[in-house]
């Protein structure tokens, strides 16, 4: 299994940078139920005003080459469209777990 776990950093004020997290945490918990090799998906929105990044997701596939398969899928395009403009800084990490 494969955890595949991004940190986004918004741009904005605290209020837009929220409302676009939102926006973008509904969308990607809808993802699971559309892409068949997404065994789960968790999103969190920072509540810590002392740190900089806003948004982490970690998303759980059985292969390092479904993370490829998942970041191409339409609904995970869409996904992150909601993002454009808004992103400042992304960070990710992709490992191996039992």
């Not at 676009?20 to 509540?47: C, T, Y």
Request: aromatic share 8%; proline share 5%; net charge negative.
């Amino acid at each position: 299994m494969v955890k595949h776990i991004v940190c986004f950093k918004l741009n904005g004020t605290p209020a837009e940078r929220r409302e676009v997290a939102e926006r973008f945490k509904h969308a990607l918990l809808e993802l699971p139920s559309q892409i068949d090799v997404l065994q789960s998906m968790e999103v969190g929105i920072n509540e810590n005003p002392s740190e900089d990044w806003d948004v982490v997701l970690t998303a759980v596939v059985p292969e390092m080459r479904d993370v490829e398969v998942y970041a191409k899928h339409p609904a995970h395009v869409a996904a992150a469209s909601l993002l454009a403009g808004h992103k400042e800084a992304r960070a990710c990490v992709d490992y191996y777990f039992s």
